[in-house]
């Protein structure tokens, strides 16, 4: 991939940002898109994070506002319910939502040693997608596990309605939902 791009000075490692033996004071730019909300500790992420970075080293990260603001959150939950009451998952609970509260931002990143904490708030149409059918493909793999506990013939009305949403939601760009998000940036003390 960075060869295509022709740059010549990234690596690519797969490692878990909570455990890693980060260098001490290694990095001066830490970001994360849509990432860090799947954080299962997050204290024990952002701490690692932070020794990992020089002083005034930046974290910058993307995060989801609340489903609220997020329709296409609420359209596939929705959609792919296929009529349960699916259960809300506690605050804080990794997931889109996790690091959607400000506040929670704000105590998660003083404490693990940034200060200047700023989260600026950004409303952009969301893609999923050339068409629908493309867009459909892509989210029902993407949540298949919603559905797994369904009957063939629930399971199949379900992916119909995340069809048609899919179609309510076609515009000259694509597929497109309203979507919120934070952009969080601070620096390391
Ligand atoms: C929704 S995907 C976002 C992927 C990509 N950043 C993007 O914007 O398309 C969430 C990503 O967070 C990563 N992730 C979750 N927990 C992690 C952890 N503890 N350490 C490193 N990466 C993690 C997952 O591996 C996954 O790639």
């Known amino acids: 991939m960075a060869d295509k791009e022709h740059v010549a000075n990234a690596t690519f490692l797969q490692a878990d940002a909570q455990v890693h033996p980060f260098p001490d004071q290694g990095f001066d730019i830490a970001i994360s898109r849509y990432g860090a909300m799947f954080f299962g500790d997050p204290p024990a992420a952002f701490t690692n994070i932070a020794r ?27 959609a792919l319910a296929a009529g349960r009451e699916l259960p809300t998952p506690p605050p804080g609970a990794p997931g889109p939502a996790s690091l959607s509260d400000p506040d929670r931002v704000r105590r998660l990143l003083t404490s693990a040693g940034f200060v200047d904490v700023r ?17 459909c493909r892509f989210v029902s793999g993407q949540l298949a596990w919603m559905v797994r506990d369904l009957d063939v013939d629930t399971s199949g009305r379900a992916i119909d309605s995340l069809q048609a949403s899919m179609a309510d ?21």
């Open 52 to 78: 990992g970075m020089r002083p005034g080293g930046r974290p910058i990260l993307l995060t989801w506002q609340p489903p609220e603001s997020n329709e296409w959150q609420s359209a596939f939950r929705t």
């Open 119 to 135: 989260l600026q708030g950004l409303s952009q149409p969301v893609y999923f997608g050339p068409d629908p059918d493309d867009a």
């Open 169 to 189: 939601h076609q515009s000259d760009r694509g597929v497109l939902y309203d979507s919120s998000a934070w952009l969080i940036e601070a620096r390391r003390s």
